[in-house]
């Protein structure tokens, strides 16, 4: 019972916006509604307002509003009215009232996604450069840890998720940014590299990145000389340095400056150890503190023999692509593809593009020499609350990468921050559906993604038990498909008669009443096997 009140909440307003969208258009242009009907079947309440009776019926899977002279046939209509029938009204006004309630369904989701960002976007991660990318487009145009970027091409940067969208938006274009540093505001000109990547539905597109990402990488290090002063001095890879020569260290970058600067010196410096406690719940994690004094060498492999961690495996999973390599904890992965990496994302960019096609890597155990090793990665795929299938490349093999991110700060200019979120979410979300449905007719994707009104009613139950902010963006999301699935020029739907409006513009006189018939049949039988179709694929994926 409560998935069915959940599915007549979810449905109910779709069904109830995209009717009014029709009614309010017909009033608007002055066509005659004749009954205005939420649900299908026997009335369980009707009253009449004016001209107009409305109606609730009690099966929940539309709606319909009756309008004068929208069959197109002929009817017995009172002289006093033929000038109120939607057949008598000009294009454009044709045009408005069919195209209303799948518009309606579009501005739905824009309403819902605004008051969304207002109530939960209260504080926002800030723009600020944690970590620059080793070979990126950010590097090369100047840019630092620390900076933060307040506009792009003119435009005011809130949020790292809006510096994110409009670097995205521009993969290979030239960028002017207006960084602040130490207090000042520079310009630099970037160019975000293109890279392809995956979107949410499994389509490849160009995207632009700078090759930076918020998170500050603590000073966590990596030791690969066994013979190295940091080796004999008892440290290992995994422990975070506090201080060197008594000044503070907060992060990688500020390592390698401090260690750079002391030379062939004395080096003293304190570290943090970590200590797992495990319990009958959970796995703790305990920091010893101690200190160490390293003298730097001068011969053979000079240094201390300290490394950045981040290319240090902390641990492989049993059975996984990267175990049967070879990789174990406390190796360094130096190359993917004859590259030469010093930070893990870079690998896992490459793994993520190449997917399921092996991998070649160098690497490195403590004492030993560098060896080369083919990784021959796996596509997994698991299912989400939803009983979607989703996957991702399986590598099995995870650093070392302690981070801090940048405290989250009040929102500037809530309110135009989150309209222009959800007029953002929404475009995005419609380009998704239209690359789908260019995928499916060209057969680049099966119809077994297609749901039906029983997966709806499983998703709706889904969506009510995780929350309001949950079920509200579900009820945006469906609001988008049903507008956008409305629109296509199908016969039956709002776009196929916007269809024959457009078939009359350009033939300057209407179809005739049998072609009209004979493409609604088509229509009609087009939609019965697509319902078929999805209604199939929610009993395989939902009980079979």
């Not at 600020?128 to 940067?157: H, K, N, P, Y």
């Not at 239209?434 to 499916?440: H, I, K």
């Not at 033939?507 to 209604?535: D, M, N, Y």
């Amino acid at each position: 019972m409560s998935n069915l009140w959940a599915f007549i909440l979810l449905i109910g307003p779709l069904i109830f916006i995209h009717e009014l969208g029709h009614l309010v258009a017909a009033k608007l242009v002055d066509v005659k509604v004749t009954r205005f009907s939420i649900g299908f079947g026997p009335a369980l309440l009707r009253f009449r307002m004016g001209e107009t009776e409305y109606v609730l019926a009690p099966i929940p899977l539309g709606g319909y509003v009756s309008l004068l002279g929208q069959s197109g046939a002929d009817e017995d209509v009172p002289i006093a009215d033929s000038d109120r029938m939607l057949s008598a009204k000009p294009l454009w006004a044709r045009y408005l009232v069919l195209g209303a309630g799948p518009l309606a369904n579009l501005l739905l989701p824009i309403i819902v996604y605004f008051f969304y960002f207002v109530i939960n976007h209260t504080m926002v991660t800030p723009a600020v450069i944690g970590t620059v990318m080793d070979g990126s487009a950010a590097q090369q145009a100047g840019l630092r840890q620390g900076d933060r970027i307040v506009a792009v091409e003119g435009r005011d940067v809130r949020s790292w998720r809006e510096m994110s969208q409009k670097v995205a938006a521009s993969p290979g274009q030239d960028l002017k940014l207006q960084i602040e540093r130490d207090g000042k505001r520079l310009d630099r000109v970037v160019t975000p590299q293109k890279k392809m990547q995956r979107n949410e539905i499994g389509v490849t597109i160009p995207v632009g990145r700078l090759g930076v990402v918020s998170a500050f990488y603590a000073p966590q290090i990596g030791i690969i000389d066994t013979e190295s002063p940091a080796w004999n001095e008892g440290l290992r890879t995994g422990d975070v340095i506090t201080s060197i020569n008594g000044e503070p260290v907060r992060t990688v970058e500020e390592l390698e400056r401090m260690l750079e600067v002391t030379g062939d010196g004395l080096v003293r410096l304190t570290y943090l150890r970590a200590r797992p406690v495990r319990t009958s719940w959970a796995t703790l994690l305990y920091y010893d503190s101690a200190h160490a004094q390293l003298l730097p060498r001068t011969r053979g492999d000079p240094g201390t023999g300290i490394m950045v961690a981040n290319t240090f495996v902390r641990s492989v999973e049993p059975g996984s692509p990267a175990d049967r390599a070879g990789l174990r904890p406390g190796d360094r992965v130096l190359e993917v593809e004859d590259r030469s990496i010093k930070q893990w994302e870079l690998l896992a960019e490459v793994l993520a593009q190449r997917r399921d096609q092996p991998v070649a890597l160098t690497v490195q155990s403590p004492g030993e020499k560098p060896r080369k090793t083919s990784v021959a990665l796996e596509v997994r795929t698991w299912r989400d609350i939803y009983q979607q299938d989703r996957s991702y490349v399986w590598f099995g093999a995870h650093p070392h990468q302690k981070i801090d991110m940048p405290a989250p700060e009040p929102i500037r200019g809530r309110f135009t921050y989150a309209l222009a979120s959800s007029l953002e979410e929404t475009g995005t979300v419609i380009s998704m559906m239209w690359s789908t449905l260019v995928q499916m007719v060209t057969f680049e994707r099966g119809v077994e993604e297609i749901s039906s009104v029983v997966g709806l009613f499983k998703v709706a139950g889904t969506a009510f038990d995780q929350g309001p902010g949950q079920f509200l963006l579900l009820i945006a999301l469906l609001s988008i498909n049903l507008g956008f699935v409305n629109l296509l020029p199908i016969p039956i739907l709002d776009g196929g008669h916007l269809l024959f409006f457009t078939i009359e513009a350009v033939r300057r006189r209407p179809l005739g009443q049998r072609a009209r018939e004979i493409a609604s049949a088509v229509g009609l039988v087009v939609i019965l096997l697509l319902l078929l179709v999805a209604a199939r694929n929610d009993i395989v994926r939902y009980w079979l």
